[in-house]
């Protein structure tokens, strides 16, 4: 079976910048889709980003200062936050499923442990 390990959260100031990553190992990288995820204390789970080829989704609060995009020879997945706000904190996730795209947490088969984004003053 194959892993997922996210990197790259930490603590920045509002306006501030990260790029998270996700890699991939053994055969969890050929699964069709992967998206990003996030959970704040006491919330649930929820969709972030999600890519598959060339096609990208995004939920509304990203407002375009977010972009998710892979590197297949590296079985990396990648979101570059921009324009980070306080309500962006929580704990991210990489997600994948052997389908297409989706926005469900439930209908994604494989997670990794998360990493830590807080954005405060």
């Known amino acids: 079976q194959g892993h997922l390990v996210e990197s790259g959260g930490g603590s920045v100031q509002p306006g501030g910048s990260l790029r998270l990553s996700c890699a991939a190992s053994g055969s969890i990288f050929s699964i069709n889709a992967m998206a990003w995820y996030r959970q704040a204390p006491g919330k649930q789970r929820e969709f972030v980003a999600s890519i598959i080829s060339d096609y990208t989704n995004y939920e509304d609060f990203v407002e375009g200062r977010f972009t998710i995009s892979r590197d297949n020879a590296k079985s990396t997945v990648y979101l570059q936050m921009n324009s980070l706000k306080p309500g962006d904190t929580g704990a991210y996730f990489c997600?994948?499923?052997?389908?297409?795209?989706?926005?469900?947490?439930?209908?994604?088969?494989?997670w990794g442990q998360g990493t830590q984004v807080t954005v405060s003053s």
């Open positions: 997600g994948v499923r052997g389908g297409g795209m989706a926005t469900r947490a439930s209908l994604y088969e494989y």
